[in-house]
């Protein structure tokens, strides 16, 4: 943890900083990471994990992986030089923006392996989920991954909750809220954790963005998946998800860790029907937990970006903007709003130039960065294809 967390890496003392935007509204800074998005926070973790526990058992793993943006930057930048580990990473050819291309393909590191495939986010998944399905080659290759239902992802970001909630307190009697921009709810079942931990929080509230299926969940209690068709490409596009993986994992909770009845409406009634409705008594219990949700859409995102510019004197990007403009519908006097600030707006210029009218500011580490050379391997979406360059360079 403490090789992990430092000021070097994460850019301040305190890590996590709070900022207030104004009173009783703060921002909680997760993402001065070296991929400006808060999945830093734990991926970093992992990397570090992950070559400790490795070299203790002299073995070498090969993390797989398909991304369209945020978490395979966080997983490179975390893994890049580490002994027995490579990085195998998918992305859709063409598709991610050149910020979040030239972040990946301009590392050098030879256990970083980047795969341009010529299709879209849905292929590579599907090329990810056919290798990992050949156990076989799977156990050949020891074959791992580092997706969004990793529990020791999970776990070090139960851990920057605490950190807002002792920022935003002076009293053991008070309570604080946080508001989290979510996707495939990671984030915000981290902060259920930390309340099942017993840290005081008063609501947990859910923000998304057009893809509004988590949202629809909590104001109604009922789940219908989306195919891949009915998910839209929005300005906050790390949140463009349809089915949330982490999902299943709260709802466990919530229905008293009744396992059978959790796979009775995740197996068989969303097989039968594509959705579940919750039974009243069981819905209670979100109300209970402390859970609200809200959407926006892009309509919102650069007012809100530039109503807080304007009025706070801070530059939010688009997710943390979905986060801001839900939080100001659930505030409670009282009770400090801490939303998660989930990137940088440097990652996500375009409607930052559409609400200001001027580039975001660039840390200096990044200046420049789509000039550099890159290094990127090309092929068509090809199962067999991706498995020999695997065995090549494994
Ligand atoms: C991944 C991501 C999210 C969504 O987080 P989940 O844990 O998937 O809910 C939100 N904002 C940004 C910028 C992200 O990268």
């Known amino acids: 943890m403490s090789q992990t967390y430092t000021e ?118 599907d090329i990810v989920k056919a290798v990992s399905n050949d156990l076989e080659f799977k156990r050949r290759w020891k074959i791992g991954t580092v997706n969004s239902i990793n529990w020791a992802r999970l776990l070090a970001q139960v851990v920057y909750y605490f950190a807002g909630y002792f920022q935003a307190t002076k009293t053991n009697d008070e309570r604080v809220s946080f508001s989290v921009p979510s996707g495939n709810f990671g984030n915000i079942c981290a902060g259920h954790v930390a309340r099942m931990m017993g840290l005081p929080i008063q609501r947990l509230v859910l923000a998304t963005n057009e893809n509004n299926v988590l949202d629809e969940f909590f104001r109604t209690g009922t789940y219908r998946v989306r195919g891949g068709a009915e998910t839209y490409e929005t300005s906050s596009p790390s949140m ?19 396992a059978a009845r959790t796979k009775a409406l995740f197996a068989d009634e969303i097989a039968k029907k594509g959705s579940f409705t919750l039974t009243p008594a069981e819905f209670a219990r979100v109300a209970e937990y402390g859970f609200v949700s809200g959407s926006s859409t892009h309509a919102h995102r650069p007012a809100t970006i530039r109503d807080t510019a304007q009025r706070c004197g801070t530059v939010i990007d688009t997710h943390t903007a979905d986060g801001v403009k839900v939080a100001r519908e659930y505030r409670d006097a009282g009770v400090p709003m801490i939303v998660l600030e989930t990137a940088l707006p440097a990652k996500f210029s375009a409607t930052i130039v559409e609400a200001l009218g001027r580039e975001p500011g660039r840390p200096a580490a990044l200046q420049g960065i789509e000039q550099l050379p890159k290094r990127f391997k090309v092929m068509p979406v090809d199962v067999q294809a991706v498995k020999d360059f695997i065995a090549q360079n494994a």
Not at 242 to 258: H, I, P, Q, T, Y
């Open 8 to 125: 070097q890496v994460f850019g301040t003392r305190e890590i996590v900083p709070l900022k207030k935007l104004e009173d009783g509204l703060y921002l909680e800074a997760l993402s001065n990471g070296p991929t400006l998005a808060f999945k830093d926070m734990a991926m970093q973790l992992l990397g570090a994990l992950f070559e400790y526990e490795l070299g203790r058992r002299r073995q070498t793993l090969n993390i797989l992986g398909a991304t369209s943006g945020d978490t395979g930057s966080a997983a490179e930048y975390a893994m890049r030089g580490k002994k027995g580990v490579n990085v195998f990473m998918l992305s859709p050819y063409g598709r991610m923006s050149p910020f979040q291309q030239a972040q990946m393909f301009s590392l050098q590191d030879a256990n970083i392996h980047n795969i341009a495939i010529e299709g879209v986010f849905d292929d590579c998944q």
């Open 240 to 258: 463009d998800i349809s089915k949330a993986s982490n999902f299943e994992r709260f709802v466990f909770d919530l229905l008293g860790r009744d």
